[in-house]
């Protein structure tokens, strides 16, 4: 045995013992074989649909599982996305998800399930993972709504990576498409140009990205040329957002961007608060 164990020397003389030995281990499980094979041949068939209706039974369930599996692969995708454009980011941000959306051609707005009680306030900025999507207009304890860039009645300062050309862009009531007005002819700008956020306005913080210029059309006989973008954010399929705290809350009335009807003005300064600040 010591022998063996340090050299091996009886190995083959096992392996002929074990081929001599397995007549007999067959021998042995026969009764046992017999007795499986006796009771594979004679069960009812009632017994086999039964089985079989148990086994489609746990095939469905384990489909439905396969496809809940599924979803949630894709939700942690997307909240990944989220978490890494928030590291990007490098703010304190917050992710809430959508619980209605409401496009139809005069309010382009979503409802999140985050409201006051989580810190959301009015004029607070709201991306996805992609991009810009719109900013907070009304708030309750528990819920928020977002008024999106492409809404008729909002306007973003951007500027243009390439140059730094600033610029509006407005909500036109279309979900894929933003206007830039006011851009004269010999305006630098080109299909292709990324739109980001100047910070101009106090709402966005600067250089989040917007949209990408997707049409660019100069006429002589006008002094404007006709700029169109398209929004790089996935508005229409965005399930998660992203709330930004870059700036501090504000005492607004209204979104920090949107086209007012009627033209404000800005109340003339106080002397007496000014000087009280000096002295502070």
């Known amino acids: 045995m010591v022998m063996d164990h340090r050299y091996h020397h009886l190995e083959s003389a096992r ?3 074990s081929l001599l030995a397995y007549p007999l281990q067959y021998a042995a499980s026969m009764p046992v074989r017999a007795t499986q094979w006796i009771s594979e041949a004679f069960t009812s068939r009632d017994r086999l649909k039964k089985k079989n ?3 489609h039974l746990q095939n469905l369930a384990l489909k439905a599982r396969l ?16 978490l890494d454009s928030s590291f990007k980011i490098g703010d ?15 309010h382009h707005q ?15 900025a ?48 279309l ?17 292709g140009d990324l739109l980001v956020t100047s910070g101009l306005g106090g709402v966005f913080p600067p250089g989040y990205p917007v949209a990408k210029v997707t049409e660019v059309r100069r006429k002589p006989s006008r002094p404007f040329a006709t700029v169109r ?18 700036l501090k809350p504000k005492n607004v009335t209204g979104a920090g961007d949107r086209l007012p009807s009627t033209p404000q003005h800005a109340p003339a300064p106080d002397p007496a608060a000014n000087a009280k600040r000096g002295k502070e």
């Open 15 to 17: 392996a002929a013992l």
């Open 175 to 191: 979900i894929d498409r933003l206007e830039l007005p006011h851009l004269p002819n010999n305006a630098d700008i080109r299909e």
């Open 53 to 55: 209706k148990q086994l």
């Open 110 to 124: 979503v409802i999140i399930d985050k409201g006051s009680s989580s810190g959301v306030f009015v004029g607070q």
């Open 229 to 246: 973008a398209t929004p790089t954010a996935h508005l229409e399929r965005s399930h998660e957002v992203l709330l930004i705290w870059t």
């Open 126 to 173: 709201v991306v996805d993972a992609n991009a810009v999507m719109g900013q907070v207009t009304q708030v309750t304890p528990i819920t928020a709504t977002v008024l999106l860039i492409t809404d008729a009645t909002h306007a973003l300062p951007v500027q243009v990576v390439r140059n730094g050309l600033r610029t509006i862009a407005v909500g036109t009531g």
């Open 67 to 82: 496809q809940k599996f599924q979803a949630l692969e894709t939700e942690n995708m997307r909240l990944r996305d989220l």
């Open 92 to 106: 304190r941000v917050l992710i809430a998800e959508l619980l209605s959306v409401d496009l139809d051609p005069y």
